[in-house]
């Protein structure tokens, strides 16, 4: 029988739109930078020597992602477990992008990403433990099966996104895979996120709306 945590919630709630902050200012650096690149490279020579625009913008990227991770630390208390795991990949593919001048590292780390949290979740599935609940239950309750759902459900979503990320970046130019990896991947995460409201809704432990938990059709 899977179980995942159900001590009551006494941490505090996280402000939703700090942590959006967090996670969206680093990519907005990085699709800005990857649009100025040239001009970046021509107004701060000291960048010019890191390579092309794309390269630039990464290492700004990693920059950002950095102190991205330190202000969630002060202002949270706490850096929360997957974006740290995407900084981690952030600075060692970044680093090999620029170390070895190739790009391809930078764009594969969406894939190593999405492909690493998929494997978690659905492995964590395969032994019986939903870990989506040890990641989420400071933000909402719910029970065995709730849990089960949802790991499954996003184990399958991060998978989806892995593919995505290695067809945009195969086949299209960089420019392109930056407006998808910036501009696209975060609203499609957003839509899934809200589409899962009506299970956690069913599942909820704690009373939503006065009404009684329903059972999933």
Avoid: C
Avoid at 69 to 81: A, D, H, N
Wanted: zero cysteines.
């Amino acid at each position: 029988m899977t179980k995942a945590p159900q001590k009551l919630n006494t941490e505090p709630k996280e402000d939703p739109l700090l942590k959006l902050a967090f996670e969206l200012g680093p990519l907005l650096i990085f699709f800005f930078a990857n649009l100025r690149g040239e001009w970046l490279m021509k107004t701060f020579p000291v960048l010019a020597p890191i390579g092309t625009p794309l390269l630039v913008a990464t290492a700004l990227f990693m920059a950002a992602t950095v102190i991205s991770l330190v202000l969630s630390k002060i202002f949270m208390g706490k850096i929360p477990i997957m974006p740290l795991v995407s900084g981690v990949v952030v600075l060692v593919f970044g680093a090999l992008s620029i170390g070895l001048q190739n790009e391809v590292f930078i764009k594969m780390k969406p894939t190593i990403v999405n492909g690493l949290f998929a494997a978690v979740l659905l492995g964590g599935l395969f032994f019986g433990k939903s870990l989506l609940g040890y990641v989420f239950h400071s933000a909402f309750q719910l029970d065995d099966e709730g849990w089960k759902k949802l790991t499954l459900r996003w184990g399958l979503f991060f998978v989806f996104l892995a593919i995505l990320n290695e067809v945009v970046w195969r086949n299209f130019s960089a420019d392109t895979w930056v407006n998808f990896k910036v501009w696209a991947t975060m609203p499609i995460t957003i839509i899934f996120t809200l589409s899962q409201m009506p299970l956690i809704m069913r599942h909820s432990l704690e009373p939503i709306g006065g009404e009684e938990k329903k059972d999933e059709s």
